[in-house]
């Protein structure tokens, strides 16, 4: 596996939409993108975040995507400011914890909104307009493939998002799109102390998130359509 996010592609007439950018996976992937020569798109919920990143030249939009119409605005900002589009990473997502009797119908709405709808209206805005050879990458996680107690509910989405781009994957064929999903194991972003709801369970070591953004930018540029907890 490689350690770090740089990449030796020259990706100087691509455009890429990255959304989830301010996070620990998101960023990191921008950085490796930006540092290949690719122009960028970077969205999260917070404008001081995201330019904090300190990435040159990058066209930042702090947007919310529980909102419907965002994912759609997203895209069309991208397209309009490059001029194309060749690939859209989701790397945002939320996360609960707690048996299925405690999780309130609140935290149900804004684990399917952020984790489910939002990729399925990326994933419908970005297709259309995606260059031949274009790709869509979506971040998700271990549960999709081994629901966890506790986690019954995120689990639960991030199985349906897999099976989203499963599906999809054969449709973005016929406009010459990749459609790749990825499915790290526990990794040291922090995202579980900023659940939603719920208390983390004790969980061991997770993997370095440089090694994962890495890993991440590889299937990106590569030819890979499913990258499971397996493959890293």
Known sequence: MRTDTDTVTDLSKKAYLVVGASGALGSRVARSLANSGAALTLTGRSEDALTGLGIDGAHVLAADLRSPEVPQSLVTAAVDRHGRLDGVVIAAGVVAFGAVTDIDDDTVDDLVLVDFLAPVRIIRAALPVLERGGVILNVSAVVAEKPMPNMAVYSAVKA??????????????????????????????????????????????????????????????GDETDVPSSAF
């Open 160 to 221: 349906a998002a897999a099976a989203l781009l499963t599906a999809v994957r054969s449709e973005a064929r016929r406009r010459k799109v990749r459609v790749v999903d990825v499915r790290p194991p526990h990794t040291e972003t922090g995202l579980a102390d900023r659940a939603i709801a719920g208390d983390p369970p004790k969980l061991p070591q997770g993997l370095d998130p440089d090694a994962v953004a890495a890993r991440i930018v590889e299937a990106l540029l």
